[in-house]
């Protein structure tokens, strides 16, 4: 089954970034176009985790290691996505 995933996964992704491609043909938006495409992911995200657990903010406890992590993961994901988006544009 997990294969069935992937494969939307990618269908999905490379869709998205032939969308991301064509609306990025007006030099920069490149911006715009990333702000607007992770605040849709995050608030549907949000969406679907408050409709499975009832809340929007877990209550779990999280160690100090897991927040450094958190940190340079979505440090490292901003600067991926800039040189990405510099790269369709």
Do not use: P
């Given at each position: 089954m997990w294969i069935i995933y992937s494969l939307f996964g990618a269908f999905f992704q490379a869709s998205e970034m032939a969308i991301?491609?064509?609306?990025?043909?007006?030099?920069?938006?490149?911006n715009f176009i990333a702000f607007i495409a992770f605040t849709f992911a995050g608030l549907l995200l949000w969406g679907v985790y408050f409709w499975q657990g009832g809340s929007l903010w877990p209550?779990?406890?999280?160690?100090?290691?897991?927040?450094?992590?958190?940190?340079?993961?979505?440090?490292?994901?901003?600067?991926?996505?800039?040189?990405l988006y510099k790269a369709l544009d």
């Open positions: 991301k491609k064509k609306a990025l043909q007006t030099r920069g938006v490149n209550i779990y406890e999280l160690s100090d290691k897991f927040w450094q992590g958190m940190f340079w993961g979505v440090t490292l994901n901003i600067l991926a996505v800039y040189f």
